[in-house]
């Protein structure tokens, strides 16, 4: 099982995962997971949600909200004004820290509010518990030019940490200064249904 380095959290992406690989996890000790959709994570984690740590990593619908903010400690995907709003509005909540996802790449199709939009997005968030960014690099390029941007973003806005780093390209995350990587593959072998290399 891959180690983080010191300072560093691994968030095991158990998405689409076996129970018996879960369970073996668990059993090393393994507390932080993350998770991509609301309805899956609830089904997988409800029922042993003591001392686990839960991180929300994949998009979030407004209709989800309440559900998201009652079964995750941490979402790193805000990224859009309407779903601050939903969120802010939610009222009690489990989660105790959010990242703001960042399309760095500017790609059309993926989440993520745009570099330009950020300070907009940041003042809707007043009162929130923002504490970095997140990014996923786009396919095809280089992920240590998004890695570097994502960081000096986050110092440029005071924000401690930064999620960024997957099964390829974690270890360049980290060295860029991650300080939560999402580990699935890497992790705990291929997911059900992904071929090698996809
Ligand atoms: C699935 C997923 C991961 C983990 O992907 P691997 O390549 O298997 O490590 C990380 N981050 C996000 C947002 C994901 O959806």
Same mark, same amino acid.
């Given at each position: 099982m891959i180690q983080a380095p010191p300072g560093v959290t691994l968030i095991a992406v158990s998405k689409q995962q076996p129970e018996a690989r879960i369970a073996a996890a668990l059993a090393a000790g393994q507390r932080v997971f993350g998770e991509n959709r609301v309805q899956e994570a609830h089904g997988r984690w409800a029922h042993r949600r003591e001392g686990i740590d839960l991180h929300l990593i994949g998009p979030l619908q407004t209709n989800k909200v309440r559900d998201a903010l009652a079964l995750f400690d941490v979402i790193h995907t805000l990224d859009r004004p309407k779903l %601050?709003? =939903? %969120?802010?509005?939610? @009222?009690?909540?489990?989660?105790?820290?959010? $990242?703001?996802?960042?399309?760095? #790449?500017?790609?059309?199709? +993926? &989440?993520? /509010?745009?570099?330009?939009?950020?300070? &907009?997005?940041?003042?809707? /968030?007043? @009162?929130?518990? =923002?504490?970095? $960014?997140? /990014?996923?690099?786009?396919?095809?390029?280089?992920?240590?030019? !998004? $890695?570097?941007?994502? +960081?000096?973003? *986050?110092? &440029? !806005? #005071?924000?401690? !940490?930064?999620?960024?780093?997957?099964? *390829?390209d974690w270890?360049? &995350?980290v060295a860029l200064g991650a300080t939560h990587i999402r580990l699935g593959s890497a992790f705990f072998g291929p997911r059900a249904g992904v071929k090698p290399g996809a």
């Open positions: %601050v709003r =939903v %969120v802010k509005a939610a @009222g009690p909540r489990r989660a105790r820290a959010f $990242f703001v996802q960042v399309n760095t #790449g500017e790609e059309a199709q +993926k &989440a993520g /509010c745009l570099p330009q939009d950020l300070p &907009a997005l940041l003042h809707e /968030c007043n @009162g929130l518990p =923002v504490t970095g $960014f997140m /990014c996923i690099p786009p396919v095809g390029e280089p992920p240590e030019l !998004h $890695f570097a941007l994502l +960081k000096t973003l *986050a110092e &440029a !806005h #005071g924000l401690p !940490h930064l999620s960024m780093g997957m099964s *390829a270890e360049a &995350a």
